[in-house]
């Protein structure tokens, strides 16, 4: 069984001073932990997304440290280079250490129109140059009342994924892509499905990539009020890989817990 994935999601938050004390709180934590036989966050495999302007600087301290911590861009266009003012290129992403970038957040969908083409050309193109995806898709609460919640989100994945999801050659890595089911009522709210829905949902994810995958399987993840107290319910379900944490990881104390909590239940 793969390692527990635990995804923290700054957002609009943290510039370089902020991000430098979290990263030696991780350390240190990790540094406590050294005399036991197998590090909690050595064990687990943890993802940051920082802003892009704390990106270089996360990036050559998690160089210099022993913290096993990959990195994650929050966006990107799917152009190669060029006249696309305000817009980073996958290939920057790289150069700078990132192995993920997330792409179809609900914010980015909501705030700024991101639409489901576009979902799949930033898919293609980071694909492209190497990087994996954490593709995000969740339902609102209007479609969740509608009935609407698996209609939506098949219509998500089979347009992110495309031709993929048609049959149509499976990606070589794709057991390292990550799919990341946030309801869109969750986030930053305190409310949450019940875990048992969330299983239900990803079981339904699965069967659907099962059709289109030949094999291979991306992790599927659960985003939304994510936090210290409720991790272990979440984590409980065989079908949920890990979590992808917004709030509650801009707090280092926070994530070791969710990652320490999370990882226990998926040990025993
Ligand atoms: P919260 O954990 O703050 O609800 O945010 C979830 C999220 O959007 C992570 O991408």
Redesign the pocket.
């Known amino acids: 069984m793969s390692p527990p994935c635990f995804?923290a999601?700054w957002?609009m938050n943290k510039g370089i001073a902020e991000a430098e004390s979290y990263l030696y709180a991780l350390e240190k934590h990790t540094a406590q932990q050294m005399d036991t036989p197998l590090s909690k966050i050595d064990f687990a495999e943890t993802i940051l997304?920082p802003p892009f302007t704390a990106l270089s600087f996360v990036s050559e301290f998690l160089k210099q440290s022993s913290l096993r911590v990959d990195l994650a861009g929050q966006n990107v266009h799917y152009g190669g280079e060029g006249a696309f003012t305000g817009e980073i290129a996958p290939s920057m992403l790289r150069e700078v250490g990132c192995r993920y970038v997330?792409i179809g957040?609900?914010?980015r969908r909501q705030i700024f129109g991101e639409t489901d083409p576009e979902i799949h050309e930033k898919l293609d193109a980071i694909v492209k140059c190497d990087l994996r995806p954490i593709l995000?898709i969740g339902e609102t609460l209007q479609e969740r009342k509608d009935g609407k919640t698996w209609a939506v989100l098949e219509r998500q994945l089979s347009e992110a994924f495309g031709e993929i999801l048609q049959g149509h050659g499976t990606p070589e890595n794709i057991s390292e892509w990550i799919i990341?089911y946030?309801p869109v009522w969750?986030?930053?709210?305190?409310q949450t499905p019940t875990p048992g829905d969330v299983a239900s949902v990803h079981r339904k994810v699965r069967e659907c990539l099962c059709q289109g995958l030949k094999k291979g399987r991306p992790r599927i993840l659960y985003?939304?009020?994510?936090?210290e107290t409720n991790i272990e319910t979440f984590m409980k379900e065989k079908q949920i890989d890990g979590v992808?944490?917004?709030?509650?990881?801009l707090s280092a104390d926070k994530l070791i817990k969710i990652i320490e909590r999370g990882t226990a239940v998926k040990r025993a």
């Open positions: 995804v999601n957002k997304a997330i957040h609900s914010e995000c990341a946030e969750a986030i930053g709210t305190g985003g939304g009020s994510v936090n992808l944490v917004g709030g509650a990881s």
